[in-house]
């Protein structure tokens, strides 16, 4: 018999039945965000149910929130307020614990979970947001549900799931200069799709993998989801136990050796078998930027847009050539030297103290080009705090950012922000969907270090090329 897989040691240590065509899984965490989660909360009342284990719940302000300084409980999404006092109530009738606004532990609910120690090694996490399997970056076995999911994990503190498959992605070799877990996952997504990983969890490995610290292994897991895989995930070791060690809600005392003995255990055999492997040699990698309007339309920063007419087959060509319509580009036309109009920093995947450190060495003794808005927002209170700690809140002011409270903010339309009409942005977010920073908005994805080399020249720029650099 073949050995057991990461996916497998935590699928079976949390299976509570087997049902016809999918398993019930007790769930360790259900994790919040006001956009969806008052909706759950306040169903679930209205059914007549609670919360089974509100210490296992938690839920942060980060969506609909305004990130402008001295916000308060102001949005700019109409009818927002509401959310966030539903949210507020709920959460109280229920009692479990709310990072409000004002809150110094208020953030992004993936990048909350990981610094306050509430996604652990080998834990099942939930939320209602399709981002949820970023967890992946500490081990944890993490998805996102929608909110009738929601309620019945907060009223049974379980869920029945299907299983998906398994696959490895191995990532070998040394990164070369400036290639960031951002530009990893855009270069995989663009080799093979993004529908690449459709009905498997993905675990990530590879020498690649293991040199790389947690905030950059979380990022590699967020956009799994986007590589339309159920989940991303990374088996912990020692970076991972050091990051968790003293964290709010991680184990302490003889909690904490108990559970280091068995997050040691999670790790795939030698023999396991996956459903799906693939190798990737980190020598061919290099900065990417997309250049259309999904995240499998990426090309590496000094690359040409491509041609739809050499596409495999009429719909993905199809597909291209709306896409480049949306986008004003031409085939062949190199992305590097695009002029853009404003630059974005933020988002659960690149918002983290290690992506402003990364943005703020390139922003140092620059400025941001005229005419382009730069903004950015640190993806919690305490990235916030730690960040301005350090100095980069004035790097980033001096180069001509704006310096934001924590939030989702300009990701996504839904927080009532957006950039303006056709505006080309350079974007360290996650989806380059049409109108998916403002009206038929034009994203570029790309990493912060490529986003901030792009909002000092104008343009999108490869940040090794950068002049003085």
């Avoid at 998906?164 to 530009?183: C, Y």
């Amino acid at each position: 018999m073949s050995g057991l897989t990461l996916f497998d040691k935590i699928w079976h240590a949390h299976t509570v039945a087997e049902l016809d065509g999918a398993s019930l899984l007790h769930i360790d965490r259900v994790f919040l965000h006001e956009r969806t989660g008052s909706i759950a909360l306040r169903s679930l009342r209205a059914a007549g149910r609670r919360v089974r284990a509100p210490q296992l719940a938690f839920c942060t302000m980060d969506h609909i929130v305004d990130t402008q300084p001295g916000r308060g409980d102001r949005t700019l999404m109409p009818g927002g307020e509401a959310f966030i006092a539903s949210t507020r109530e709920s959460a109280r009738q229920e009692g479990i614990r709310l990072f409000d606004i004002g809150d110094p532990s208020q953030g992004i609910v993936h990048v909350v979970s990981p610094e306050q120690g509430i996604a652990l090694p080998g834990a099942t996490v939930v939320c209602p947001d399709s981002h949820t399997c970023t967890q992946g970056g500490l081990g944890a076995l993490a998805w996102g549900i929608g909110s009738s999911e929601a309620e019945h994990a907060l009223a049974t503190q379980t869920l029945r799931v299907a299983r998906p498959g398994t696959m490895r992605v191995a990532f070998d070799g040394v990164l070369p200069p400036g290639v960031t877990a951002k530009d990893m996952m855009l270069w995989l997504i663009a080799r093979y799709s993004a529908a690449g990983a459709g009905g498997h969890v993905l675990e990530f490995s590879g020498s690649a993998v293991r040199g790389l610290p947690v905030e950059a292994r979380l990022t590699l897991c967020n956009l799994a989801v986007e590589f339309s895989a159920f989940s991303g995930i990374v088996a912990p070791d020692d970076t991972v136990f050091e990051y968790l060690a003293g964290r709010p809600y991680a184990p302490a005392g003889a909690q904490w050796d108990e559970a280091l003995a068995n997050w040691r255990g999670l790790y795939s055999d030698d023999d396991a078998v996956f459903d799906r492997a693939l190798s990737v040699d980190c020598a061919q990698l290099a900065p990417m930027v997309t250049w259309g309007t999904s995240p499998q339309h990426g090309i590496a920063v000094d690359g040409a847009v491509p041609d739809p007419d050499a596409a495999p087959d009429a719909e993905s060509c199809q597909a291209m050539a709306r896409a480049l319509a949306y986008m004003d580009l031409s085939p062949g036309q190199r992305l590097a030297g695009t002029p853009v109009d404003a630059a974005f920093i933020g988002s659960c995947t690149n918002s983290r103290l290690s992506d402003l450190r990364s943005a703020a060495a390139v922003l140092a003794g620059r400025k941001v080009a005229p005419g382009v808005r730069a903004i950015c927002v640190p993806g919690s209170s305490a990235v916030k705090r730690a960040a301005e700690s350090e100095g980069l809140d004035r790097v980033f002011r001096e180069a001509g950012f704006e310096w934001r409270e924590s939030g989702c903010s300009m990701c996504f339309y839904a927080g009532g922000e957006s950039f303006g009409h056709r505006q080309r942005v350079i974007s360290s977010t996650n989806r380059n969907f049409e109108s998916r920073q403002g009206p038929e908005t034009r994203t570029h994805l790309a990493s912060p270090a490529t986003v901030a080399a792009s909002a000092v020249l104008g343009q999108i720029a490869d940040p090794r090329r950068l002049p003085g650099a």
